[in-house]
């Protein structure tokens, strides 16, 4: 294995849990060589320590790998030799798309992106979550900043850069964002002029690093990938090649398990303001017993003319966004943590455990306990 497994990142680690997973299942012996290159140049002429590779592949390994006739899978999307090598990558393509239809549902109509230069899953990505957004009618003001972003003379024009791309902005923007790192400058940059996030601006930014995503305030909305996934199909077709069966004719995508949503996009974005001021009430206070009337009321309407607008903007009434909020908080501390069920429902305005689980099957299909087990089962 040659996964940088000192960066504590999912990519790396996540991918190598994944393959120790399928090893495990099929008894094989792995040996994790952080220069594999090396090691084949060792045993040149001779035979190699190991039978197979998973790898970031570099042009340097793949081309000893060769010359040794050792099968090697890539899973670096980046690799200067990933036409070269089989390879499982994410489903880049299938995230833009999902990061821009999950901002659509939001009711946003002003987007912008920010993506690292020369990172082709972030290419991908940026170009399906632009065309996502151009197919509903609008456009997207993105903006690149170096690999190096936060290094030295690269800092200070990531900054600038970042300045000027929010100076275009008209607001409220749902913004797509390609690192946790970055969606955090961002999130400060907006503090910094005073915008709000989500009301102002709504960010969904990279791939689930949780203590990026779940540490501060607002915590960031994401996207889980599956990297253990990734890993467990790089080893299942490393299997086949060592076993003689020809590489796939073009590299094996994995689709996202989903939008993980947290408060950086927990919001509605419309023009009614009527209706924005209700939303920001629920959000406020879901977590209490509040009805129709009380929002009502919190706005200053009657409860059939609130009523009517809800349906006009949202399709759909108030108590259905009262519930689809207190889903959201919920799906959050099932995943996050390991608070007791019914600690769970009184916290974010359910009341009773029952009526949780009511509410889970009905809308998600899943039960409250099916759903923690899930999110898990994916992280292990």
């Known amino acids: 294995m040659q996964l940088e497994l000192e960066w504590p990142f999912k990519r790396h680690a996540g991918i190598f849990a994944g393959t120790q997973k399928y090893a495990g299942e099929h008894s094989w012996q792995s040996i994790v060589d952080e220069n594999p290159d090396a090691t084949l140049q060792k045993y040149s002429g001779n035979p190699a320590s190991y039978d197979g590779i998973i790898a970031r592949a570099t042009g340097k390994l793949a081309r000893r790998a060769a010359r040794a006739n050792i099968p090697v899978v890539n899973v670096w999307l980046s690799s200067p030799a990933a036409a ?9 393509s299938a995230q833009g798309r999902l990061r821009a239809e999950h901002l659509l549902t939001r009711g946003f109509s002003h987007f912008a992106a920010l ?5 082709r899953g972030e290419s991908l990505e940026l170009e399906a979550f632009t065309n996502t957004v151009r197919e509903a009618g609008y456009r997207c003001a993105s903006a690149k900043v170096s690999l190096d972003a936060f290094s030295g003379i690269h800092w200070r024009r990531t900054e600038r ?8 902005w008209k607001r409220p923007i749902g913004i797509y964002i390609g690192t946790e790192l970055l969606g955090r400058v ?8 005073g915008w709000r996030v989500p009301e102002d601006v709504a960010i969904i930014a990279g791939r689930n690093e949780e203590m990026l995503c779940e540490s501060l305030h607002p915590t960031l909305s994401s996207m889980e990938v599956g990297y253990d996934h990734i890993g467990y199909e ?5 299997d086949r090649l060592m076993n003689g069966e020809p590489p796939p004719r073009g590299p094996i995508l994995i689709p996202p398990e989903g939008v993980v949503v947290r408060e950086s996009t927990d919001f509605f974005a419309v023009d009614d303001p009527l209706i924005a001021a209700a939303l920001r009430f629920i959000a406020a206070n879901s977590h209490l017993e509040i009805g129709q009337d009380d929002v009502a009321r919190a706005v200053d309407t009657g409860s059939r003319t609130l009523q009517r607008r809800f349906q006009k903007h949202l399709k759909r009434p108030i108590a259905a966004e009262i519930r689809r909020v207190r889903i959201e908080r919920a799906k959050r501390e099932l995943a996050q943590g390991s608070l007791p069920l019914k600690e769970i429902a009184r916290k974010v305005g359910f009341g009773e455990t029952m009526q949780m689980y009511t509410v889970f099957r009905r809308d998600l299909g899943v039960t409250p306990s099916q ?3 899930d999110r898990e089962n994916r992280q292990t």
């Open 186 to 193: 961002v999130a400060q940059a907006c503090h910094n002029r």
């Open 371 to 373: 759903y923690r087990k």
């Open 161 to 168: 850069t970042i300045a000027t791309w929010m100076s275009g």
């Open 84 to 92: 070269s090598l089989p390879g499982v990558f994410p489903d880049y």
């Open 234 to 238: 790089a080893a299942r077709l490393l």
């Open 115 to 119: 993506t690292a230069d020369e990172n």
